[in-house]
């Protein structure tokens, strides 16, 4: 089943923990990029990347770091949460790019005390 | 970089009616997707339309595009109980951006 997978769904932590938060896809797609979700927000990128090694910056980057060293992986990393980080986080894949259609995991929601 | 406006913020029908949903957008586009997120759960793909089309159908959605007005349009017929969700309609002019989403709640 063609999915993009996130672990983990729901966490809290404390304020300057580092976390990473795993994103896969199967589907062999280029293109993945990282949201998050805030109520009155909307979904606002972070990071994306293009294909394996090449990663931009979204529009919110700070206090964000991203990885792509395999095509299927993506993860976010989190080196010293803050509170104003508690969100909902969202991973999505495309095949041809990062205006087709996208793929959406599941989301992650992150507490941050 | 806010781009789609959806129209109404929220939207309350009885099941069988039907729901209509607007976008804005300000600058022009290459495509206009809408999706679909049940409360908490990822966001699905519903229909891209492309700048060049005009109307688009797919099942009991049917989604216009008004290049001249900057707007688009998604319409869900007969809807059911089911169809409570938010739905986002997301521009592609340099990179993809989101709305803020149209909450429907469609009552048994």
């Known amino acids: 089943e063609a999915q993009v997978t996130q672990n983990p769904r729901y966490l809290i932590t404390v304020t300057g923990k580092k976390l990473t938060v795993t994103c896969s896809q199967n589907m062999n797609h280029e293109y993945m990029s990282w949201y998050r979700q805030d109520p009155g927000l909307g979904l606002r990128q972070i990071y994306y990347s293009m294909n394996v090694e090449v990663t931009d910056k979204g529009d919110v980057p700070e206090g964000y770091k991203v990885s792509r060293k395999e095509k299927r992986n993506f993860p976010l990393i989190l080196e010293s949460p803050s509170p104003n980080q508690t969100s909902l986080y969202f991973c999505?894949?495309?095949?041809?790019?990062?205006?087709?259609?996208?793929?959406f995991g599941e989301g992650s929601r992150l507490t941050v005390l | 970089s806010q781009q789609g406006e959806e129209d109404p913020q929220a939207l309350s029908i009885q099941e069988g009616e039907n729901a209509t949903m607007n976008c804005s957008y300000k600058t022009s586009i290459n495509n206009l997707q809408w999706y679909r997120q049940n409360s908490g759960r990822g966001l699905v793909h519903l229909i891209l339309i492309r700048s060049n089309e005009r109307e688009k159908h797919s099942g009991r959605l049917r989604v216009t595009l008004d290049t001249s007005k900057k707007s688009s349009s998604l319409l869900i017929t007969a809807s059911r109980a089911a169809d409570t969700a938010s739905y986002f309609c997301a521009t592609d002019s340099e990179k993809l951006v989101f709305g803020k989403g149209t909450k429907l709640t469609v009552n048994p």
């Open positions: 999505a894949s495309s095949l041809d790019s990062l205006r087709g259609e996208l793929f």
